[in-house]
C-alpha cells in the first residue's frame, strides 16, 4: 500500500472491502482514530450491505483453496 495521501472516501472504500484496518487509514488520512470510526460507520449506515451479496463470490477463500 503506497503512503501517499488519500481521500476519505477512498478510505471507507478500502475498509468495507476489508483491505485494511480503520487505524491505518486515521494515520493516512491524518485524522484521529476515533474520528475514523465515526467516518466509516456512517459510511457504513449509507452503504448497506445486501444480505445475498456473498452468493456472487466465486473464488476459493481458505481453507478451501
Do not use: H
Request: net charge negative.
Amino acid at each position: 500500500m503506497s503512503l501517499t495521501k488519500i481521500t476519505t472516501l477512498e478510505a471507507c472504500q478500502i475498509l468495507f472491502r476489508g483491505q485494511s484496518n480503520v487505524k491505518i487509514m486515521a494515520n493516512r488520512l491524518e485524522v484521529s482514530l476515533e474520528e475514523m470510526q465515526q467516518t466509516f460507520r456512517d459510511y457504513c449506515a449509507v452503504n448497506a450491505i445486501d444480505e445475498d451479496v456473498w452468493q456472487g463470490d466465486v473464488e476459493l477463500a481458505w481453507p478451501y483453496a
